[in-house]
């Protein structure tokens, strides 16, 4: 069975939260129904705050597990948030000893979370990070930036070897060419990561991150060519054969 992982190209504001092998779109569709197993509302959203979220524990196979989808009530606006998030069990009882990562950066006020939405992907240590089945979410703070934009397309990736021949992300691969389809500059960072097993019991979840150089800004309707920089060289090296592997870009401040 494929890990459930990945992208999906947004084409509109109403684009779920559904990380497929593919890819995952900057963007949430708040009209759509739950699609995922294990998907619950956070016991306490922050909604007073202008955003309210839900997380994914366990998703459908091939769709990245541990999500927190990321809703922005206020229309014209982007946000950048600050969050701290305590892991529960299936009973929605705190799980002491268990730490929480978020991989984009919510938890340190490093993801950009557009008018339409967004979204972050949480990973959890400790002696019972298995048995995390929801988490709780409270708003430490959130900058808001004026934002007109309706559409934010999200930017393409094209993986490289050294001779330009085109490959994929579960190759060696050298450089990343990334294409920019907005008419206004994007600002952006690109993460590795390598899965656990997803023949493994419980939510599957990142085993090996690492950040390409950045973060990056793609000028409109232009491209630009990243090289990938010792530290992903390094988890490429050692994610092992017939790894799970996503390559994930995300909008930052």
């Known amino acids: 069975m494929m890990a459930r992982l990945g992208f999906i190209r947004a084409v509109g504001a109403a684009a779920l939260v559904a990380c497929c092998l593919a890819g995952c779109s900057w963007y949430v569709n708040v009209n759509a129904e739950p699609t995922t197993r294990g998907t619950r509302p956070v016991a306490a959203s922050g909604s007073s705050t202008g955003l309210h979220f839900q997380y994914t524990a366990i998703g459908k196979d091939n769709f990245i ?8 009530d206020r229309s014209g606006y982007t946000a950048v948030p600050i969050l701290k998030i305590q892991p529960l069990d299936s009973g929605n009882r705190v799980l002491s000893g268990v730490s929480v990562e978020s991989l984009f950066g919510v938890l340190a006020g490093e993801l950009l ?7 972050d992907i949480l990973r959890f240590s400790g002696d019972r990070a298995g048995d995390v089945r929801n988490v709780k979410v409270d708003v430490v703070s959130v900058r808001w930036i004026p934002d007109s934009r309706k559409v934010i397309y999200e930017p393409a990736l094209q993986f490289l070897a050294a001779d330009g021949t085109q490959l994929t992300k579960f190759d060696d691969f050298t450089s990343v060419v990334v294409t920019n389809a907005n008419d206004f500059a994007v600002k952006a960072a690109i993460l590795y990561i390598v899965w656990t097993d997803p023949s493994l019991p419980g939510p599957q979840q990142a085993r090996l991150t690492a950040k390409f150089p950045g973060p990056i800004t793609l000028p409109a309707n232009g491209r630009l060519t990243v090289a990938l920089g010792d530290d992903v060289r390094s988890v490429m090296a050692a994610r ?14």
Request: aromatic fraction near 10%; proline fraction near 14%; charged fraction near 5%.
């Open 65 to 72: 597990n541990q999500t927190l989808a990321i809703y922005n």
């Open 113 to 119: 979370v557009p008018p339409s939405g967004g979204y």
């Open 240 to 253: 092992g054969d017939q790894a799970a592997v996503s390559v994930k870009i995300y909008p930052v401040p």
